[in-house]
């Protein structure tokens, strides 16, 4: 999925130069993650991936990961290596999907790991088989996708919000000036600048 707009990580990254990143908690601590330069996928700064796991702290054990615009696959791997017991893993750019699978198996945890090449806004309308344990969804979609595709990213969000079991949490990434209170349910979000971005958490 397109990362225009995003930050990186990896600015000196050229598409069709490979890239490691690192896993940077938990047991796979460390661990390279293979990244390909290409700007479609561009990954979450590591100070901000970082306070996201810091924030959802212990509670991530034993939960299910779904990481809607997965990109290089950097947070549900991360979130995995913290205690997520298996993640779901969406990504429409399908050479990145396959290198999410790779990446998978070289981490030795493909078999707790699916990866399904689609649209984000699309499979989440027919979803099916997710696990009835609470879920952390990563959702870290193009920036541009709030202004451009309003509507849609407010639906998506508040369908995780509803369907999630009890005790999961929800995750946005988005861009510093937007207003979680426009988001429909009148929700407390745990809404934290980091420029330019932004992080809300919603625990159910």
């Excluded at 590591?46 to 990109?71: C, K, Y």
Aim: proline share 6%.
């Amino acid at each position: 999925m397109s990362r225009r707009g995003r930050t990186s990580e990896v600015k000196s990254a050229k598409p069709g130069t490979s890239v490691d990143l690192r896993i940077i908690g938990g047991r796979l601590r460390g661990r390279k993650i293979e990244y390909s330069g290409d700007p479609r996928t561009r990954p979450m700064k590591d100070r901000v991936r970082e306070a996201l796991f810091n924030l959802i702290g212990p509670s991530i054990q034993g939960m299910h990961a779904i990481d809607l615009f997965a990109g290089t696959g950097a947070l549900a791997f991360e979130a995995i290596s913290r205690g997520a017991i298996g993640a779901t893993m969406i990504e429409q750019h399908f050479p990145s999907a396959d290198l999410i699978r790779r990446n998978g198996e070289q981490l030795e945890i493909a078999a707790i790991c699916e990866v399904i090449g689609a649209d984000a806004f699309c499979w989440w309308k027919r979803r099916t088989n997710l696990p009835a344990t609470p879920w952390v969804v990563l959702c870290s979609p193009p920036f541009d996708f709030f202004e451009s595709r309003t509507n849609d990213m407010a639906e998506l969000i508040s369908g995780c919000v509803e369907a999630a079991p009890a005790g999961s949490v929800v995750v946005v990434e988005s861009p510093e000036a937007f207003d979680f209170a426009t988001l429909p349910g009148n929700l407390e979000w745990d809404s934290r600048a980091y420029q330019p971005a932004r992080l809300a958490i919603y625990r159910k």
